[in-house]
């Protein structure tokens, strides 16, 4: 049994291990193969493969268009072995204006719009590469970067591209890996390009230096951002930040005085239409009282209006309520991370991720013209053979002629190499002319010429930045219509209006709380409270008349003060709700006070007799949990909680002895046990209340009559003491009711 035992922890152990080592190599595919972007060219591997494979069908953009289907089909069969659905998502995502700053696929059909309806079928759609993509792999036959096997082994893809393009700033990333997420905004070209030239000229210049060049992210959809300087020069040397977007909008004037506000750009990535129906949903549900009526009036520009009530209301009221309800102002992270050079997850500062592209470019740059300078050697070097024809025509040809083996004769004679020799034999006879010889000899000048300068920009460090520095120039030429800051940039700080009675209407409401603990409210002061219809076995507990905008105050026996906004309570249809959905731990527990929240004393009452004075000022919590104020021990009890409307407090015990104290030996506190108000041998405390000294003592003797018990003096006593048999008549049990 025992070898059992330790073969089956073995087992456990060895499972528990596997299945660590599987879910660590999935978490990290799922980082460095799909989720995360590189930060020298900004692309997930489906995003490099789709602009590679389009190369390959020869997309370019000055090529006619070929199906949306074709693209996809070769992506998924030759480098993407994943789903269709998700390689057209992201090409078609790369196509929409409104998604990205620089397209980097150019689309031909319904590639979806803002209101959020989606793209066409890949198999009605078409595409080609951009311009943008087309800098993106400049250079990629060049051996400007590294292949690897594709995931069958068949075929190559590139591990990033040549990216003569910032296209991770500038056009922004998205992504959730596993433990870790990226989320990149969009940025302005311009603004990039400076950034990166200033960083040519000094690698050590300071980040403040930077954020000069960089005023916040540059949305393809406008807005206008709303943080303070610090805010955002923080955000971006961290790596990790957010940043608020606002709706761009004006007033209209129209006839009379009367005014309409029109929405001509919403925050980057919200749907348009989603907007409308937040806004006419609050409209309808009266919790935006300002605004009778919105409308959308989109062509090919964004026009939502927005028809106030009132001309006497303030817009800019009005907007700060809009922004803060519905998603016309919306949260906008920043976090930088990427995969580095040595494809390492890492947060970086945007001056680290500015840098990382610029050592990518020098890279490729390098690499490019050493491609070239080894073309120019091999051309030249079979020049040279060629000249050496010219100059032995004769023997030359006779080896050829005459020799069994011209090749190695040819190299032994003339010096000549492999090459040389090779280029010697295919040389064609038409090429034997006189005017030929010149024709080589300015060619190889030429050559010569464009060696000298490729070993010059090899050997110069200094050189290589100057030309990657004229490349940056050079690519805001090209985009210089198309660089115009469309984000505005407001450096402050704006605090949200609470005032409610901008958001409801001002309605009397009737709040009536059950025995089983359900609420409801009903529109109007309801006078004839007895016929409000409950469920089978339920019925009134408690109700208060009070108006929507009012906060409610609730006292349980747990000993908790609840809170909540009148206007937030579920609505007279039905039965209501049950508290337990609106509060936490307030289940089982009976509900003992209901009021406005205001400046006004109360009594609370525990059933082992003690009990303090509590303003309701202090009491007021936003907490689903509420706020403990009197506190319990054991199986003890809330019994009452009073408002102070007389000066004496009557108590009476469930062994029937009565106290009337006076309400000044009670102190005033926050919040604790209080103190004993009456003492008791047996039993608990049955029940208290606030009475007038002068008006007496009254209670309940059946349906419709009260007794009244005007000289107390038997039953006044000190706060502790234990108290005295009450009047005859008395109920049993001991209540005041």
Known sequence: MEIETKNNDQEIADFSKELSKRFLQYALSTITSRSLPDVRDGLKPVHRRLLYAMNLLNLLPNKSFKKSARVVGDVMGKYHPHGDAAIYESMVRMAQEFSMNFTLVEGQGNFGNIDGDNAAAMRYTEARLSDVSRLMLEGINENAIDFKETYDGVGKEPVLLPSGFPNLLVNGAQGIAVGMACSIPSHNLVEICDAAELLIQDRDVIDDEILKKIKGPDFPTGGTIIEPLEKINEAYK?????????????????????WQICINEIPYQIQKSKIIEKIAELISEK????????????SDDIRI??????????????MEVLFRLTDLETK????????????????????????AWLNHRRKVLVRIKTFALDKIKNRLEILESYLIVFLNLDKVLQIIREDDDPKVSLKYNFKLSETQAIAVLDMKLRNLRKLEEKEIISEKDKLLSEKTSLDKLLKSRKAQWAKISKEIKNLKSIFKNQTTRKTIIENKNVEYINDITLEIEKEPITVVVSKKGWIKTIKGHVTDIENIKFKEGDGLNLSICLNSLDQLCLFASNGKFYSILVHKLPSGRGFGEPLSLLFEDISENNILFLSEFKDQRVIL???????FIVNLKDVVTIRKSGKQILNLKNSNKAIACLTIDGDMLA?????????VLDLDEIPELNKGQGVILQRYKNGL???AKIINLNKGLSWSQGKDRT?????????????????????????KPAKFI
Do not use: Y
């Not at 009526?293 to 989109?298: H, L």
């Not at 906008?332 to 840098?355: C, F, R, W, Y």
């Not at 108590?651 to 106290?659: H, W, Y």
């Not at 005007?710 to 109920?731: E, N, Q, V």
């Open 238 to 258: 961290n790596g990790k930040g957010s940043f608020r977007l606002r709706a761009n909008w004006f007033v209209e004037k129209k006839p009379s005085g009367t």
């Open 287 to 298: 919790k935006l009282i300002m605004v009778s009526d919105i409308r959308d009036e989109s």
């Open 305 to 318: 209006i927005i028809e106030p009530k009132s001309r006497n209301i303030n817009h800019n009221d009005l």
């Open 332 to 355: 906008i992270q920043l976090n930088l991370n990427v995969l580095d050079e040595s494809g390492t997850p890492k947060v970086m500062s945007i001056k680290e991720a500015i840098i």
């Open 605 to 611: 009452v525990s059933s082992d007799g003690r009990g």
């Open 651 to 659: 108590i009476v015990g469930e062994n029937r002895k009565l106290l």
């Open 685 to 687: 405390c049955s029940d």
């Open 707 to 731: 007794r009244i018990e005007k000289d107390l003096t038997t039953w006044i006593g000190r706060r502790g003491g234990s108290g005295k048999m009450p009047p005859r008549g008395f109920p």
